[in-house]
């Protein structure tokens, strides 16, 4: 069952609706009025409260509420990761940098540590004013998707082994 379609008058501020673009021909598409690229923070030692162990996407989550937008530090997303900019990493001492992107223990920060704020991906102990986070699975990631790949490539060499020997048998009989 599809939820209610919004009116077409209505108005949703921090969004602009594209007309005659839908999805599923029944979905609006809209975009930002405006680009935010303003990091929110959190005092770290916030981080252990049951505010950042909450699902910060569910409803009526304490964490969102929570975060201050910091004019002095912002974000951006680059080719192989994300770049966050710090005016002035004094200011970021004692602030965890939480980022609208998933957290993932493969996260890693060219300055400060990763950490998971709500399942969003926290930035702790920035040093520098420039700071690049990319995504690097460790090796047991690596040895699992490998271990995987070359599991589902036995697979099908056994299932065509076994396609061969029905054929044979069928040809002989």
């Known amino acids: ?3 209610e379609r919004q009116p077409a008058d209505a108005e949703c501020p921090p969004w ?6 839908q999805v599923d021909e029944w979905l609006d598409v809209g975009v930002a009025r405006e680009s935010d690229d303003l990091a929110r923070s959190i005092p770290v030692e916030r981080l ?8 910060a996407l569910s409803e009526g989550s304490p964490l969102l509420p929570a975060l201050v937008p910091q004019p002095w530090a912002s974000w951006t997303v680059t080719p192989d990761g994300l770049a966050v900019s710090v005016d002035d990493p004094a200011l970021a001492r004692g602030q965890a940098l939480v980022l609208p992107v998933a957290y993932d223990p493969a996260w890693r920060a060219s300055s400060g540590r990763t950490s998971n704020a709500g399942g969003l991906m926290a930035i702790v102990g920035i040093e520098e004013p420039r700071v690049t986070v990319a995504f690097v699975p460790d090796r ?3 040895l699992r998707a490998a271990g995987m790949t070359i599991a589902q ?3 099908v060499l056994g299932l065509l082994r076994l396609a061969y020997a029905d054929q044979r048998f069928t040809s002989i009989s």
């Not at 602009?16 to 673009?21: E, F, M, T």
């Not at 252990?48 to 699902?55: L, M």
């Open 153 to 155: 490539l036995l697979a």
């Open 1 to 3: 069952m599809r939820p």
């Open 140 to 142: 047991a990631a690596v």
């Open 48 to 55: 252990s409260d049951p505010i950042a162990r909450e699902p």
């Open 16 to 21: 602009r609706r594209l007309p005659g673009v």
